[in-house]
């Protein structure tokens, strides 16, 4: 298991490993500040040292140590400016990519019993392909999973119509015509 680098994950995600880590390599609940301690790395190291002092990292739980750093290098976030980079964001990607964005998007929006609903609704209106919109605005009761799956449909019928007309010329000439 790597070091934890703030610039590469996050420190929720660092422990999601980390825990995994621990269940693939059996590691007991008593070793496992000590690893934790030992994989961090110097960089975080010190700076947990820093934000427990004068008390030692070996002598806190391995919940006090996951919070503590938690808590300084992922604060919780404001919901409304999570929500703001939400509605913000429009398909730059494939529309696979797009919604796995938004899904990471929304982690912290707070949308509870909504999420589906919304995340439907930021997928439809950020598509740059209108006429897939069009598409999908026609839908009765269109849910998430239905949005998704007609976009990447008419994304890959798309590029492959795209793919087959380019190839298709030397194709025809090859075989002495259409």
């Not at 390599?25 to 427990?52: F, H, P, Q």
């Not at 938004?102 to 912290?108: D, S």
């Not at 006429?131 to 009765?140: F, I």
Request: glycine share 4%.
């Amino acid at each position: 298991m790597d070091t934890f680098d703030s610039s590469i994950e996050d420190w929720s995600i660092y422990v999601e490993r980390f825990d995994q880590y621990c269940l693939a390599n059996g590691i007991e609940d008593e070793r496992k500040v000590a690893v934790l301690l030992s994989l961090m790395g110097a960089k975080t190291y010190n700076l947990l040292r820093s934000l427990i002092a004068p008390a030692k990292p070996a002598d806190k739980t391995i919940e006090e140590i996951t919070r503590t750093l938690k808590n300084h290098l992922n604060p919780a976030p404001l919901v409304i400016a999570e929500r703001f980079r939400f509605y913000k964001r429009n398909q730059a990607k494939t529309e696979s990519e797009y919604i796995a964005d938004l899904r990471r998007l929304a982690e912290h929006c707070q949308f509870g019993e909504g999420l589906s609903d919304a995340l439907r609704d930021r997928f439809v209106c950020g598509l740059h392909n209108e006429s897939t919109q069009k598409r999908l605005l026609t839908e009765e009761r269109l849910t998430l999973r239905r949005a998704v799956d007609i976009a990447v449909s008419v994304e890959t019928a798309a590029r492959d119509a795209t793919e087959l007309q380019g190839k298709q010329p030397a194709a025809c000439w090859t075989h002495g015509g259409c």
